[in-house]
C-alpha cells in the first residue's frame, strides 16, 4: 500500500464549477501538507502548504487538512480552462533525517469550456 | 531572484553508460533535494544535500550518487543506466523548509 493514494482522475469540468480534489495517507507522522500544479513537461509549482490539521485560503484556492481522517483536500472555485493541469499532493513528517516529500500520484483534471 | 535551473532539458542515453544532470538551486537557498519521476506517477525522493552534505536518501541503489558545491548548485550522477531509469529527474531547492521546497523544469531521461 503506498503511503499518499490520490485518484490520478482524468476529471473533467465545466468552466466555472467547483473543484475537489483529494488525498488520503497512512502515516500519522505527516505534519506538513503540500498542494503542486503540475503543466504537461513543466515542473511542480507549488500552490499551498499547510501544517498540521485546519483551513488555509489563497483566492480562488482552499486547502483543508483532517489529520483525525488522514485526508487532505484543495478546493478550487470559479475554475478556469487555465487550471487545466495534473495536481500533486505531497506531505513530510519533519521529524526525518531529510525533509523529503511523500507525493500522490497526481490527478489530471481538465476545465472544458 | 532566479529560480531554480536545470540543465540539459533532454537527454538521451542507451543502457550501461551514465549520466549527470545539473541544478542551480535559486538564490539564497542552501538545500537541494533530487527526485524522479516516471511517467503518470509522482515524484519520488533521491536524496537530498544541505551544506554540500548528503541529509537523506531515499530507496534508490548507490549507482544513483550526488554532489553539492559551495555555491549549493548540485549534480546527480547516474551509473550503469538502465531502461526503468528513464523519467523526469527533478531538483528542488529550499531554504532548510520543507514547504518551500521550489523545483526546477527538469530534465528528461530517456534510456534506449
Known amino acids: 500500500q503506498k503511503e499518499v493514494e490520490q485518484d490520478p482522475g482524468p476529471l473533467s469540468v465545466p468552466e466555472g464549477a467547483i473543484v475537489s480534489l483529494n488525498c488520503t495517507y497512512s502515516?500519522?507522522?505527516?505534519?506538513?501538507f503540500m498542494w503542486y500544479r503540475q503543466y504537461s513537461r513543466k515542473g511542480p509549482e507549488l500552490l499551498m502548504y499547510?501544517?498540521?490539521?485546519g483551513n488555509k485560503e489563497d483566492g480562488r484556492f482552499t486547502a483543508q487538512v483532517d489529520k483525525s481522517s488522514k485526508y487532505i483536500s484543495l478546493f478550487i472555485r470559479d475554475s478556469q480552462p487555465s487550471d487545466s493541469a495534473t495536481y500533486l499532493c505531497?506531505?513530510?513528517?519533519?521529524?526525518?533525517?531529510?525533509?523529503?516529500?511523500?507525493f500522490g500520484t497526481g490527478t489530471r483534471l481538465q476545465v472544458t469550456l | 531572484e532566479t529560480g531554480v535551473t536545470q540543465s540539459p532539458t533532454h537527454l538521451i542515453k542507451t543502457r550501461g553508460q551514465q549520466v549527470t544532470l545539473r541544478c542551480s538551486s535559486q538564490?539564497?537557498?542552501?538545500?537541494v533535494s533530487w527526485y524522479q519521476q516516471a511517467l503518470g506517477q509522482g515524484p519520488q525522493f533521491i536524496f537530498q544535500y544541505y551544506r554540500e552534505e548528503e541529509n537523506g536518501r531515499g530507496n534508490f541503489p548507490p549507482r544513483f550518487s550526488g554532489l553539492q558545491f559551495p555555491n549549493y548548485s548540485s549534480e546527480l550522477n547516474v551509473n550503469a543506466l538502465e531502461l526503468d531509469d528513464s523519467a523526469l529527474y527533478l531538483c528542488?531547492?529550499?531554504?532548510?523548509?520543507?514547504?518551500?521546497?521550489?523545483f526546477g523544469p527538469g530534465t528528461r531521461l530517456l534510456v534506449l
Open positions: 499547510t501544517y498540521s490539521s
Open positions: 528542488a531547492s529550499s531554504l532548510g523548509g520543507v514547504e518551500t521546497q521550489y
Open positions: 502515516n500519522s507522522a505527516f505534519q506538513y
Open positions: 505531497a506531505m513530510s513528517n519533519p521529524t526525518g533525517t531529510a525533509s523529503k516529500l511523500t
Open positions: 538564490s539564497g537557498h542552501n538545500t
